[in-house]
């Protein structure tokens, strides 16, 4: 693992998944996913690295609607969505909120 690109994720919109160009039907799994964490009070956003490792990720937004992830959550996620990835799984990640942790 290159920790220098592990440690400088880029956070984008769900949106940006649209314009990847990824399968319908991948399409529809990813919004099915993004509704289901929508019901639960979670907002879902991507994350990117320069090496081209992504992942949806699930967050916790609470009524300022603002999330930091930190250099060793973006370390973290780095190493699982590389992982499955890798294992041919869809990199769908959740970060707990800060009080649940």
Same mark, same amino acid.
């Given at each position: 693992?290159?920790?220098?690109?592990?440690?400088?994720?880029?956070?984008?919109?769900?949106?940006?998944?649209?314009?990847?160009?990824?399968?319908?039907?991948?399409?529809?799994?990813?919004?099915?996913?993004?509704?289901?964490?929508?019901?639960?009070?979670?907002?879902?956003?991507?994350?990117?690295? @320069?090496?081209?490792?992504?992942?949806? !990720? /699930? &967050?916790?937004? $609470?009524?300022? %609607?603002?999330?930091?992830?930190?250099?060793?959550?973006?370390?973290?996620?780095?190493?699982?969505?590389?992982?499955?990835? @890798?294992?041919?799984?869809?990199?769908? !990640? /959740? &970060?707990?909120? $800060?009080?649940? %942790?």
């Amino acid at each position: 693992m290159n920790r220098e690109i592990a440690q400088n994720a880029k956070m984008h919109p769900f949106s940006k998944l649209r314009q990847i160009g990824f399968s319908q039907r991948l399409m529809q799994r990813l919004e099915r996913y993004r509704t289901q964490q929508e019901k639960k009070g979670r907002v879902v956003s991507v994350l990117s690295w @320069d090496d081209g490792t992504w992942c949806a !990720l /699930s &967050l916790h937004c $609470e009524e300022f %609607a603002m999330v930091i992830v930190d250099e060793g959550q973006q370390i973290d996620a780095y190493e699982d969505a590389r992982s499955c990835i @890798d294992g041919d799984f869809l990199p769908l !990640l /959740s &970060l707990r909120w $800060e009080i649940h %942790a």
